[in-house]
């Protein structure tokens, strides 16, 4: 199964008069990286809430938003941060100084500002809490992992159709080079027999000459790791699984080969399915950066 690292997903759990919603949002990275944005009344699930990810996702730039609820009855007590106020009153005071200005700022503006004053139950229980993050978290991923998937098949879909492409230009050099040979030996020949007119023509010299021909302009080598090189892709994405780096190294050797290709050829054709090539491969490269 291929996937995508671009995807979404949300979950909500409730639990009485808690509730916890997570969404989770990737795009394409080298590596894995997970962000975490969540209440600091939560902070101590940072931790968990990493391991989590990394058992569903092996690659992409993961984000991670943790919302929190308790709307039960309790013990109550309101939190005031004043060393979050005062940085906040220290930022707006050069914002008014830096753009110029009136600073009309009051207590309330301080006071909605995020995390400034906090509602906090001291009824909460950690363990219940965690328990439900895991569960929202589960579950978002699975939702995340749906979108992945989907994204996954449509690319899957559109490189094995370029793959195509790429086998159909191959196949045409593959049936375009001996020509090639052929009508050089003839040219040639011909031009010898117009230089000479009715002399005798040393025939194992023009067979020496086209032998370096043919040498200098010979691909099959460069054809068969081509052909490789395609079945190895093709095989790849109809696996699938977290098959992303192997197929960018596979590109790369592509079009390593086919640029060899377009600088051996002196045939119009050849080359033009050579740059064809190495459009396929661009766009290819370009898909798979995509790939988990």
């Known amino acids: 199964m291929l996937k995508s690292m671009t995807g979404f997903g949300r979950y909500e759990v409730s639990s009485g008069d808690r509730k916890v919603t997570v969404e989770i949002k990737s795009v394409n990275h ?34 991670v938003f943790i919302t929190y609820e308790n709307l039960g009855e309790g013990d109550t007590c309101i939190r005031y941060n004043s060393m979050l106020a005062k940085e906040y009153y220290e930022c707006y005071k050069q914002i008014s100084k830096e753009l110029g200005l009136e ?3 009051k207590a309330s503006h301080i006071m909605r500002s995020p995390d400034v004053v906090t509602i906090e139950n001291g009824q909460d229980d950690e363990e219940i809490i965690e328990s439900l993050v895991i569960r929202a978290i589960d579950g978002a991923v699975e939702k995340l992992i749906e979108t992945r998937i989907e994204e996954g098949e449509r690319l899957k879909t559109d490189l094995l159709e370029k793959l195509d492409s790429m086998i159909e230009n191959v196949s045409f050099i593959k049936m375009k080079s001996p020509v090639i040979v052929a009508e050089y030996r003839e040219k040639i020949t011909g031009k010898i027999h117009e230089l000479l007119e009715d002399a005798q023509i040393d025939e194992a010299r023009i067979a020496q000459e086209v032998t370096i021909f043919s040498d200098k302009i010979c691909i099959d080598e460069e054809l068969v790791r081509l052909d490789s090189h395609i079945k190895a892709m093709r095989d790849d994405l109809i696996k699938g699984g977290t098959i992303g780096r192997r197929l960018d190294f596979i590109a790369q050797e592509m079009n390593r080969e086919a640029n060899t290709t377009l600088s051996k050829t002196t045939d119009a054709e050849i080359s033009e399915r050579a740059i ?10 370009e898909q798979i950066q995509n790939i988990e």
């Open 30 to 63: 080298r590596y894995l990286e997970v962000g975490i944005k969540l209440p600091r009344k939560l902070n101590f699930l940072e931790s968990t809430v990493r391991n989590e990810m990394r058992r569903y996702v092996d690659r992409g730039k993961v984000d």
């Open 103 to 105: 600073n009309d700022m």
């Open 276 to 285: 064809l090539l190495k459009t396929d491969i661009e766009k290819i490269r």
